[in-house]
């Protein structure tokens, strides 16, 4: 049966923030371990993320490699006249972004802020800025990426008015292994709730074979049919 499991806080990671801040951190972490499906738990991290740290919206990306599929979800869409544009404006241009380049090419669970990379002048003179975070109005980014099995994710904190201060860094390092292993436990969960959904449907039916397995080939449970 596939396995959850719960991470406990780095002290290192905690050394910057307030008391106050820690006792929001430990609210987050204890709803985030809720046991959800992979589609509730996107959901409930878009909605929760503000409540730790400043910003205009939040925006979630996950690439599934080997199906090459892409799930995309924010708490609110920022001013964007064209989809379709934006879209391929990010694409043409994503050679300048130094905080996805950057994950891509270390592998690390990674947290920055594009000043972490270059000066604020030097990121506005790009293509990138000018063409897609300036007319969006999302001038400054918190970011966040790591991977989960076959999975890469992007989780990103938006701002227009002023850059994000270290504090919401250090709170995004606390969280990011915690959301790996949560969203770790999400497959699992959706796994088993696939599972016994076609289980039920192949009882129902009662002429259909069945055999579920675990990915080291020991079976899980088998119908009837599968036998024969």
């Not at 396995?3 to 430990?26: A, F, N, Y």
């Not at 690439?63 to 995309?72: E, K, L």
């Not at 592998?107 to 030097?122: A, G, L, P, T, W």
């Amino acid at each position: 049966m596939a396995q959850v499991g719960v991470l406990s806080v780095g002290v290192l990671s905690m050394e910057r923030l307030t008391g106050k801040q820690l006792r929001i951190l430990s609210e987050f972490l204890r709803d985030l371990y809720e046991l959800r499906t992979h589609d509730d738990f996107t959901t409930h991290l878009i909605s929760a993320l503000p409540a730790i740290t400043e910003g205009d919206f939040t925006s979630y990306n996950e690439f599934v490699a080997g199906d090459q599929r892409v799930i995309y979800k924010s708490d609110q869409l920022p001013y964007c006249p064209d989809p379709l544009h934006y879209a391929k404006v990010l694409q043409q241009n994503l050679h300048e972004h130094r905080l996805v380049s950057h994950f891509l090419e270390t592998k690390e669970k990674s947290v920055h802020i594009f000043s972490d990379f270059s000066s604020i002048r030097q990121f506005r003179s790009t293509a990138l800025y000018n063409e897609f975070y300036k007319p969006l109005k999302m001038s400054y980014l918190l970011f966040m990426g790591l991977r989960v099995n076959n999975r890469m994710l992007s989780i990103s904190r938006h701002r227009n008015d002023k850059e994000f201060p270290e504090s919401a860094k250090t709170l995004f390092n606390a969280i990011c292994p915690h959301i790996q292993q949560a969203l770790a436990n999400a497959l699992a969960v959706t796994q088993m709730r696939d599972e016994l959904d076609a289980l039920h449907k192949a009882v129902d039916n009662g002429t259909h074979a069945m055999i579920s397995a675990t990915g080291h080939g020991r079976i899980r449970f088998s119908t009837s049919h599968a036998h024969r």
